[in-house]
């Protein structure tokens, strides 16, 4: 994902919210609906969430420096794990708060239809932002599903915004759901209930994106097919004939970092293993561009040795047919995957 495309999605939802929020507050003053009171709260949480998202994308783009040689990509990452807290506790909880207070103390609604206008605009806003992240997001996600593109996505602003566009979308539902049986009933309960499961909503929302940002921040790997790429450029079947083991960690959404130790003839000269390394540093990097910083370790190959392990098919590097390089004496791809420490061939 682009952070162009990002950028755009969040000053869109962050325009709509602020408009929103103002909007909401003023029905509040004038109906003291709970509903619309939860409602103002949860976009003054997100329009928060936006600038926070904004302001972690700018800290991101700082040059690496001593303290911190990789660079600063992943501050990102902890500027979409506070978006969590933020909506968690400020959207979340306090919804849960007034809604309970709510339904032990129900209360008449003064000027319904303001409460409804306001509501109605809020979709409409809601709606602008959500089909801008939609549009961004399609750019990025190629032919997975939404759900296996909030799932994976390396960058957080865009599943952030889906997911809160979402949670909003079907909030404003459920706060015209209790706002409309309010005054079709005359009974107040019915708008802390529509708090409730605004708050429900909320939550369930911001621990789905703690769970997510959660992952991305412990450091994740590049996804397969990044993976599989980085495997078929580092081997050229000539000076290198295969990968022993590797390992790939994102150091922020958009730079990636490739460990890999890769298998050489025992007969090249170290004039002729240099050439090779730097060769196939740049193969990975035409192969995925995001792949910044390389580190290849030269060994030479031992099939011998590389299965001596307690558990040989889970050895890196280990015997396989459908890894070997054709043309290759015995080189490998090895396993990627594999929990085993990293032996020495």
């Known amino acids: 994902m682009s952070a162009e495309g990002g950028t755009r999605a969040l000053v869109a939802a962050l325009s709509a919210n602020l408009a929103i929020a103002a909007a909401k507050f003023t029905a509040f003053g004038f109906t003291a609906s709970s509903s619309m009171l939860a409602e103002g709260v949860h976009s003054v949480a997100d329009s928060g969430n936006q600038v926070l998202l904004l302001v972690g994308g700018k800290r991101a783009r700082r040059a690496a420096d001593e303290e911190h040689p990789f660079g600063y990509g992943r501050e990102r990452y902890v500027y979409g794990f506070l978006v969590a807290i933020v909506l968690f506790s400020v959207g979340g909880l306090f919804a849960i708060y007034e809604g309970w207070h ?9 000027s319904w239809y303001w409460a409804v ?7 409409a806003m809601e709606g ?16 997975q599903g939404w759900v296996q593109f909030i799932r994976t996505a390396k960058a957080p602003e865009l599943p952030v915004v889906l997911l ?5 979308l079907i909030g404003l539902v459920l706060a015209l759901f209790g706002v409309s049986l309010t005054v079709i009933t005359g009974n107040g309960v019915w ?4 708090t409730l499961c605004i708050g429900v909503l909320l939550v369930v929302i911001a ?3 703690a769970l997510e940002t959660k992952s991305l921040l412990l450091g994740e790997s590049a996804d397969r097919e990044s993976v599989r790429r980085i495997r078929a450029a580092l081997v050229d079947g000539d000076a290198v004939t295969g990968v022993i083991h590797m390992r790939t960690l994102h150091l922020g959404p958009e730079e990636l970092l490739v460990a890999a130790k890769i298998a050489v003839n025992a007969e090249d000269s170290a004039a002729r293993v240099a050439a090779a390394i730097d ?3 740049e193969r990975v990097r035409a192969a995925v561009p995001i792949a910044r910083a390389i580190y290849l370790e030269p060994d030479v190959y031992s099939a011998e040795k590389a299965a001596a392990g307690e558990d040989p098919a889970a050895t890196p590097g280990g015997p396989g047919p459908e890894n070997l390089h054709p043309g290759t004496a015995g080189g490998t791809a090895g396993v990627d995957s594999s929990p085993e420490p990293e032996r020495r061939c």
């Open 279 to 281: 060769a196939a540093e």
């Open 191 to 194: 708008d802390g209930v529509g």
């Open 117 to 123: 206008g306001v509501l109605v605009f809020a979709i």
């Open 207 to 209: 621990v789905v994106l």
């Open 128 to 143: 602008w932002s959500f089909l801008t992240a939609m549009r961004e997001s399609a750019k990025a996600k190629g032919g």
């Open 102 to 110: 709510k339904v032990g103390h129900p209360e008449q609604l003064e």
């Open 164 to 168: 809160e566009d979402t949670g909003a």
